[in-house]
């Protein structure tokens, strides 16, 4: 009677089962009718691929070989790839390298053999995904998460147990030169051209929980280029990094300016959480995160918009005319009156660093705090000891929020199919700018929550077509609403 159940029933069935932690393989054997109800559900969720044989994810039941992926895909197998949605991988390579557990001995080189085979694994692997996947039809949509997994834990030559190299303290304060650098996988000779391109991946995401995806940036987005039809594209960077490592975030942040230029023409979401990249106390002057002079990841970012129909970024520093350039004075430049986002409705900053990408700090300490900071002869001790660095910077540089609310403001009447539009400072006094356009009525709304000394210009009310009494308010804790009147849905105000 049971080979004999109606599909919707056999389907509860299996809900049920997998909810009591049953496996439902064995009941996919039954027969024809029960394998379609149980393979349904069983490909319905993400699927866990480990790219080498007899290794499994301790966490995971759902896991299985890259090989045995292959024949169950494959063959008798074809349909099942229709079932297939979320596809979560895991690189399987020689060495588990945590983040600053190690210290230096006499003759380490970052270039050494543990690394490197790495990296070849790392390469293999994705190579072997890409060659299996080049076969699905392009019409499958398949989401993608990447991350590593080491095989058993590693120690590279020239190095030793150190669980505080990534500290500043009275015990250690060699780390600019001593620690180990962090380990991130990375394609051979920093190139991905030998990858087949895929056309079935929608979704693209790096941003394992723990431990990190542990893949350098640049080989992420390299990937990501290999993905001819890719659609979303998550990028977790929320690593920490030593302050005085600053060459790892520069070119971090040049690998990121670099691989943007690259990425799918079809992309429309683009999702980056950044590492807070900031100095080890706030009484310390920010970091430079730029190799040259030039922004070329603001100038990148800004590119790769206009083709966008969502832009979240986190915890990154950007030049405050990200969106739309502007001149010395705060005018458009000439250039910037061809911008168009056709098809923007999404625009997220949020967790920006006070700080711009060159270091220079756009929030100030009173006076008083300031002498403190002139006067202090021996950063060592303030670095390590754990009550001193700590101030507050509650004064705001009101030419660099002057700046930033006419970029966004000139970008916003270039969008006509946006949504919602944030900016948000990583700081207190909290600075948060939210715009609302709202299609139906015509209106759009707009709010911002900032410190008492500052105040909008009539720049900024002439970039919002908005008067300038509007976007004031005298009260403790300020926060300005207003409702902007016959918002051009098209994307100039009439």
């Not at 496996?23 to 319905?44: G, N």
């Not at 008798?76 to 079932?83: D, E, F, I, T, Y």
Request: glycine fraction near 4%; charged fraction near 25%.
């Amino acid at each position: 009677m049971g080979l004999h159940l109606p599909l919707e029933i056999l389907h509860l069935i299996a809900i049920y089962l997998q909810d009591a932690k049953a496996s439902l393989v064995i009941c996919t054997r039954v027969c024809r009718e029960w394998q379609v109800a149980f393979e349904a559900l069983i490909y319905s969720r993400p699927i866990h691929v480990i790219s080498a044989d007899g290794v499994s994810k301790d966490d995971c039941e759902r896991s299985m070989s890259l090989s045995h992926f292959q024949n169950v895909t494959s063959g008798k197998g074809l349909a099942r790839r229709a079932l297939i949605q979320h596809l979560s991988y895991h690189i399987v390579v020689p060495s588990d390298l945590p983040d600053w557990q190690t210290r230096k001995r006499k003759g380490y080189k970052v270039e050494n053999n543990i690394r490197h085979e790495n990296d070849l694994a790392f390469q293999s692997a994705i190579l072997d995904l890409f060659k299996t996947l080049k076969w699905w039809d392009p019409y499958l949509r398949l989401s993608v998460e990447v991350a590593l997994l080491g095989r058993e834990p590693g120690i590279e030559p020239h190095t030793y147990d150190w669980d505080i190299a990534g500290e500043y303290c009275y015990d250690y304060k060699e780390g600019r030169t001593q620690s180990v650098p962090v380990y991130r996988a990375r394609f051979l000779d920093n190139a991905a051209s030998f990858l087949p391109d895929v056309a079935c991946i929608d979704r693209l995401c790096f941003d394992d929980d723990f431990p990190f995806h542990r893949i350098w940036a640049g080989s992420a987005l390299q990937i990501a280029q290999r993905c001819s039809t890719l659609t979303q594209m998550i990028l977790n960077l929320d690593e920490y990094i030593r302050p005085d490592h600053i060459e790892y975030i520069q070119a971090r942040r040049q690998a990121l300016a670099d691989g943007l230029v690259k990425m799918p023409r079809s992309l429309r979401t683009f999702q980056l959480l950044n590492e807070m990249e900031c100095p080890w106390k706030d009484m310390m002057a920010g970091l430079n995160v730029l190799r040259s002079p030039i922004d070329f990841l603001s100038q990148n970012i800004l590119g790769l918009s206009l083709s966008l129909r969502e832009l979240r970024i986190s915890q990154l520093s950007l030049a405050p005319d990200v969106l739309f350039p502007l001149d010395t004075e705060n005018h458009p430049l000439s250039t910037s009156q061809s911008l168009y986002w056709p098809s923007l409705e999404v625009v997220e900053l949020t967790g920006v660093p006070p700080r711009l990408p060159s270091g220079q700090w756009v929030v100030h300490p009173i006076p008083e705090d300031q002498i403190e900071i002139d006067e202090i002869e021996d950063w060592e001790r303030v670095i390590c000891d754990l009550e001193e660095g700590t101030i507050s910077r509650p004064i705001f540089d009101n030419d660099h929020f002057h700046r930033t609310l006419i970029s966004l403001g000139n970008a916003a009447r270039l969008m006509p199919r946006l949504k919602y539009m944030l900016y948000e400072l990583s700081h207190s006094p909290n600075f948060r700018f939210q715009f609302e356009p709202n299609a139906s009525s015509g209106k759009a709304a707009w709010q911002l929550r900032c410190p008492d000394l500052y105040h909008p210009n009539q720049l900024v009310a002439d970039a919002w077509k908005c008067p300038l009494a509007e976007l004031d308010a005298d009260l403790p804790a300020k926060f300005i609403k207003t409702t902007i009147e016959n918002w051009d849905q098209h994307g100039v105000k009439s």
